[in-house]
């Protein structure tokens, strides 16, 4: 329990990622670069499949979602980060970082249950094409993506509902560049250990769920795709999946290596690093993954560009 005379905190001072001024600038230059490459790449991915009839598909359904996560989740973190590369001080009040906290939880939840989603989309259109339209009727994909989002809020709601309850007092400094759970739970003077059972439940069934969906969906996949007789058959049933499987590595990956490591002070640096990558740089490249690697987009995109000429 905090004692009578502790100070409660109504803001908190986030580190950030470095303490060197020579490195201030160059940083906020190289993260609006990625800020704005984000922001125009899953704006774009959403604006095409919106104003392309021919991509009002299933897959394209789970893309749009899966862009507008993406958009929302990098403008939680980074207009706060470029601001901060810029003061002096790095002051978020405790109102603005328990919102930045839930929308973080919320995001990265919903994400992903929607990457499981996707995964079952793939399964069924190689392993079951003749039943892919009533599997996958559009009232199915809209009770995965309402199940995803609420999923992500119950998530979300839980995980800041606990945080509110603990008390923070003198220590107001978040070994951060945003407010995320362990920097948090290291500050209260309050016992944290109800949060911690909560995250540890949470976490496991909002990372093994989603997790073993997609394992399992890939493993039908892969022993469908083994038994294809023809080599082009094959090659396109690789390629209908590889970019979901690219999106996949990366968000499991880097918020891995985010998470699944000591609370040392070394680690707590090199997690920053893979904050870095989970925050910021898989937003960016899930829209370039997706429309590098996607005829369907490109072909999109031309038609978008040549009716806005004819129209000028």
């Given at each position: 329990?905090?004692?009578?005379?502790?100070?409660?905190?109504?803001?908190?001072?986030?580190?950030?990622?470095?303490?060197?001024?020579?490195?201030?600038?160059?940083?906020?230059?190289?993260?609006?670069?990625?800020?704005?490459?984000?922001?125009?790449?899953?704006?774009?991915?959403?604006?095409?499949?919106?104003?392309?009839?021919?991509?009002?598909?299933?897959?394209?359904?789970?893309?749009?979602?899966?862009?507008?996560?993406?958009?929302?989740?990098?403008?939680?973190?980074?207009?706060?980060?470029?601001?901060?590369?810029?003061?002096?001080?790095?002051?978020?009040?405790?109102?603005?970082?328990?919102?930045?906290?839930?929308?973080?939880?919320?995001?990265?939840?919903?994400?992903?249950?929607?990457?499981?989603?996707?995964?079952?989309?793939?399964?069924?259109?190689?392993?079951?094409?003749?039943?892919?339209?009533?599997?996958?009727?559009?009232?199915?994909?809209?009770?995965?993506?309402?199940?995803?989002?609420?999923?992500?809020?119950?998530?979300?709601?839980?995980?800041?509902?606990?945080?509110?309850?603990?008390?923070?007092?003198?220590?107001?400094?978040?070994?951060?560049?945003?407010?995320?759970?362990?920097?948090?739970?290291?500050?209260?003077?309050?016992?944290?250990?109800?949060?911690?059972?909560?995250?540890?439940?949470?976490?496991?069934?909002?990372?093994?769920?989603?997790?073993?969906?997609?394992?399992?969906?890939?493993?039908?996949?892969?022993?469908?795709?083994?038994?294809?007789?023809?080599?082009?058959?094959?090659?396109?049933?690789?390629?209908?999946?590889?970019?979901?499987?690219?999106?996949?590595?990366?968000?499991?990956?880097?918020?891995?290596?985010?998470?699944?490591?000591?609370?040392?002070?070394?680690?707590?640096?090199?997690?920053?690093?893979?904050?870095i990558f989970f925050t910021n740089v898989v937003p960016m490249m899930n829209p370039l993954v997706y429309?590098?690697?996607?005829?369907?987009?490109?072909?999109?995109?031309?038609?978008?560009?040549?009716?806005?000429?004819?129209?000028?």
């Amino acid at each position: 329990m905090a004692t009578e005379n502790a100070s409660f905190v109504t803001e908190f001072i986030l580190v950030g990622l470095t303490n060197h001024p020579d490195l201030q600038i160059p940083l906020f230059f190289l993260f609006l670069l990625i800020y704005m490459v984000t922001v125009l790449g899953n704006l774009g991915l959403v604006t095409l499949i919106h104003l392309n009839s021919h991509l009002h598909t299933t897959m394209y359904f789970f893309l749009f979602n899966l862009s507008f996560i993406d958009l929302c989740y990098s403008s939680v973190f980074t207009p706060k980060m470029l601001l901060n590369f810029l003061s002096k001080k790095n002051i978020i009040s405790y109102q603005g970082c328990m919102a930045q906290f839930f929308f973080f939880c919320f995001f990265s939840i919903s994400e992903s249950y929607l990457l499981a989603a996707m995964a079952c989309d793939r399964y069924v259109a190689i392993c079951n094409p003749l039943l892919y339209n009533i599997a996958m009727s559009p009232k199915v994909c809209s009770s995965l993506m309402f199940g995803s989002y609420l999923m992500a809020f119950s998530g979300a709601m839980a995980h800041t509902g606990y945080m509110l309850r603990l008390t923070f007092c003198d220590a107001n400094t978040v070994n951060h560049y945003f407010c995320d759970i362990l920097p948090l739970l290291q500050l209260s003077c309050t016992s944290t250990y109800v949060n911690e059972l909560v995250v540890f439940v949470l976490c496991g069934i909002n990372i093994v769920v989603p997790s073993l969906t997609i394992f399992l969906s890939y493993g039908f996949i892969i022993y469908s795709i083994l038994h294809i007789s023809s080599t082009e058959g094959r090659s396109k049933a690789f390629r209908t999946c590889s970019s979901h499987v690219i999106a996949v590595s990366m968000f499991y990956g880097s918020s891995s290596f985010m998470y699944l490591q000591s609370s040392s002070a070394r680690s707590m640096e090199e997690g920053k690093i893979s904050s870095i990558f989970f925050t910021n740089v898989v937003p960016m490249m899930n829209p370039l993954v997706y429309s590098l690697r996607n005829k369907d987009v490109k072909l999109a995109l031309r038609k978008t560009l040549s009716r806005r000429n004819f129209w000028s």
